[in-house]
């Protein structure tokens, strides 16, 4: 009872900072740490040389790719701190041991592209509602054998959402405090995830955090999203699909800042926060992508208007006000970023171009074909 009371007043609103004293977790648990911005933080955390060391936990779907750690792999120091375990986190026999292991886990593991979940959705329930379900159970576990004296502490567990959560934002900015909207199977899947673990720190005192970050580019982006698809597709001369009249807009946030931020919050926040992690780069889709043509010296003709994605959000935005009353700050521009990322893309197609290939080209038919057989020139 008064755990659950104090847990209550911990989400009291008038607290707009409840940053507590920074800590450092020695052993962690990365879920989904073989995908794009998983990978990123496993590869940060373990580049910083201080110890840490991490369990990944990846169920290698389509999106899973342990390349993506050979940087780190390759380098017997770090390789020393990391364990790499194939299977899925809505498997409680494979998690429980896991969690049993960790100081704090970070829960990147996810189907995460919107235009799959309007072609199949259900893999967006297990993973994003139900993978998160079976983490948190198993964090009660340890809850409860550390207060039986069985460990030091309850494992902190921070969950990664995102601003789709809030929906579509005509105008301003999203704080932390507004309705969730989603509008689309994946963000109603991962809205689901983040209220199921607030749920969590309110009825059982769970030390939980939550980040929501925005649209997050950089190297190792599996070539479904808009940047990745449209520099691989341009390198290769092919047709560019821009849904709509492609005036949507997005704020972009560079994937190590993103990775950065993740572990800013789990270090200084205080337990049941949220905390909106944003770009401060917002831009329309067809801006982005002069961009990224204008780096690579193609022509604007590679780029046609496809029919829209159904229920597409028009626009994104949030504020990083507490965020930054948390002490963090953001490092890369976005032109420098961009351009990094489409040098990376040209310097590394040994690692797209398999990627590029078999279950990939089943969706691209399934995502494009007839769109593009129906696309008008995009002006
Ligand atoms: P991603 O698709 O690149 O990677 C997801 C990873 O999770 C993959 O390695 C995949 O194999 C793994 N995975 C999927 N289902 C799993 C399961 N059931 N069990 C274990 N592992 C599983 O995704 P990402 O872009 O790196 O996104 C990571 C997280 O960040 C997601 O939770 C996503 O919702 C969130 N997010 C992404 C963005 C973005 O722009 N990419 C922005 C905000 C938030
Ligand atoms: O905002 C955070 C979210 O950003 C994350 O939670 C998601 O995991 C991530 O996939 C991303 O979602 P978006 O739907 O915004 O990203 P995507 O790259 O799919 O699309 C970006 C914009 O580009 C969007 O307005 C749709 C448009 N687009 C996308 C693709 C793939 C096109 O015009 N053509 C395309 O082929």
Request: glycine residues 10%.
């Amino acid at each position: 009872m008064t755990q659950e009371r104090d847990a209550t007043r911990m989400h009291d609103k008038s607290r707009t900072t409840a940053q507590r004293g920074s800590r450092r977790y020695a052993r962690l648990l990365v879920t989904g740490g073989a995908g794009f911005i998983g990978s990123c933080f496993v590869r940060d955390v373990l580049g910083r040389r201080d110890g840490t060391h991490i369990t990944v936990l990846d169920k290698l779907t389509y999106a899973g790719n342990r390349s993506n750690l050979a940087p780190v792999e390759a380098d017997p120091e770090q390789a020393a701190r990391l364990r790499f375990v194939v299977g899925d986190i809505a498997d409680p026999e494979i998690v429980e041991p896991l969690v049993a292991e960790a100081d704090a886990v970070v829960n990147f593991a996810a189907e995460s592209h919107v235009d799959r979940s309007i072609l199949e959705p259900v893999d967006f329930l297990r993973t994003d509602v139900l993978g998160v379900h079976v983490l948190l159970e198993a964090c009660r576990k340890e809850q409860a054998r550390a207060r039986a004296g069985g460990r030091a502490a309850t494992p902190r567990m921070l969950q990664v959402s995102t601003d789709e959560v809030y929906g579509s934002v005509e105008t301003g900015e999203s704080v932390e405090d507004d309705r969730l909207e989603p509008r689309s199977p994946y963000s109603a899947a991962k809205a689901a995830g983040e209220l199921l673990v607030r749920s969590y720190f309110i009825t059982y005192g769970l030390d939980v955090v939550v980040t929501r970050g925005s649209n997050t580019y950089g190297p190792y982006h599996y070539p479904e999203k808009l940047i990745p698809l449209f520099v691989t597709n341009a390198i290769d001369d092919q047709q560019l699909p821009l849904y709509g009249d492609g005036r949507q807009r997005r704020d972009w946030l560079y994937v190590a800042d993103h990775a950065g931020a993740i572990g800013h919050v789990l270090e200084h926040a205080g337990a049941g926060e949220t905390y909106n992690i944003p770009g401060g780069n917002e831009r329309a889709n067809r801006e982005v992508v002069a961009t990224l043509l204008e780096l690579l010296g193609k022509p604007w003709s590679l780029v046609r208007s496809v029919e829209d994605r159904p229920g597409h959000d028009w626009r994104y935005a949030m504020t990083g006000d507490k965020l930054a009353a948390l002490g963090w700050k953001n490092k890369m521009s976005f032109e420098v970023g961009l351009a990094a990322t489409v040098d990376w893309y040209l310097a590394n197609q040994g690692w797209w171009r398999p990627i590029k290939s078999g279950e990939w080209e089943e969706y691209y038919r399934r995502q494009y074909a007839t769109r593009l057989a129906g696309s008008r020139d995009a002006g």
